[in-house]
């Protein structure tokens, strides 16, 4: 599993056990920081656009791990750059049927 994160993330060096869960705990609260601004805003945010520089700011994490877990949501189907400035679009209303599959093989369900 590590090694697949590792490649996933094009990461240089080997992730620990725990890195990978906190890796993995980081993109789960990303996920519900997303959620509460969809409960917030109501139906008028389908999928809310979020910006690294504010969850970094937000969850007191270096920018680099907030991208690392952007880009395990990205494999996973659940977020998508949407400018090069540093915003992601979440998107917690629909996940592709793959993007499932995906998941859960990285996780090794």
Known sequence: ML???????????RLTVEQCYQL??????????????QTH?????????????ELAYRFREAPKAIN?????????GR?????PSGCWRLQLTD????????SAGVLGL
């Open 41 to 53: 805003y109501g139906s008028c945010v389908p999928d809310p656009v979020i910006e690294v520089s």
């Open 95 to 102: 996940i592709l049927p793959s993007a499932k599959r995906r």
């Open 24 to 37: 993995i705990q980081l993109a789960e609260a990303i996920v519900d920081y997303g959620g509460m601004l």
């Open 68 to 76: 690392d877990a952007l880009v395990l949501l990205k494999f996973e």
């Open 79 to 83: 977020a998508e750059p949407v400018h």
């Open 3 to 13: 090694d697949h994160l590792k490649c996933v993330l094009r990461m240089e060096q």
